[in-house]
T-cell receptor, first 110, second 113 residues
């Protein structure tokens, strides 16, 4: 069992739909990161969370420390949101290493 | 403006021919990381620096070396690339450990012929 689990693995949505990607972790972390990676591209850091909720444009990320769970929401999804979304836990039990989730491949159709 | 810059974007080398990938940052961050990412896999940490302190992952092959001559630059040297070393190499920086934001470069896609 991975220490950081994401669901779903693959997600197809219609443009305009509200999207949720979930992340559960079993390791101690100092922060949880949500990352975006386009095909063949580098990684963009979307959020770093240690508690509560953050919002940036159409993206919202939440974390529940007690339940060891985080969600990434995309409102009014657009085809340019199509990418792989990765959650990664950082630190505490792993010597500050990032423990990556399995990734969620999102395709938004026009 | 890009804050973590990796060059080149694409690198082709021959089997066994040494290759160097570079990463520079304008953020004055203390920590720099090198990750290897193979197709459809999560990135794998190769090593990282906290300032000049080098931290090697236990399972990083000896074929991989790194240099950080100053705060801004970090290099990944692959002494004798094999076909299995073909991958995306990602550089990332952070001001420090713990609850600090990570900044990634756009990566270098390495092909080994």
């Amino acid at each position: 069992k991975n220490e950081v689990e994401q669901s779903p693995q693959n997600l197809t949505a219609q443009e305009g739909e509200f999207i949720t990607i979930n992340c559960s972790y079993s390791v101690g972390i100092s922060a949880l990161h949500w990352l975006q990676q386009h095909p063949g591209g580098g990684i963009v850091s979307l959020f770093m969370l240690s508690s509560g909720k953050k919002k940036h444009g159409r993206l919202i990320a939440t974390i529940n420390i007690q339940e060891k769970h985080s969600s990434l929401h995309i409102t009014a999804s657009h085809p340019r949101d199509s990418a792989v979304y990765i959650c990664a836990g950082r630190g505490q039990s792993s010597g500050d290493k990032l423990t990556f989730g399995t990734g969620t491949r999102l395709a938004v159709r026009p | 403006d890009a804050m973590v810059i990796q060059n080149p974007r694409y690198q082709v080398t021959q089997f066994g021919k040494p290759v160097t990938l570079s990463c520079s940052q304008t953020l004055n961050h203390n920590v720099m990381y090198w990750y290897q990412q193979k197709s459809s896999q999560a990135p794998k940490l190769l090593f990282h620096y906290y300032d000049k302190d080098f931290n090697n992952e236990a399972d990083t092959p000896d074929n991989f070396q790194s240099r950080r001559p100053n705060t801004s630059f970090c290099f990944l040297d692959i002494r004798s690339p094999g076909l299995g070393d073909a991958a995306m190499y990602l550089c990332a920086t952070s001001r420090g450990y713990g609850q600090e934001q990570l900044f990634f470069g756009s990566g270098t896609q390495l092909s080994v012929l």
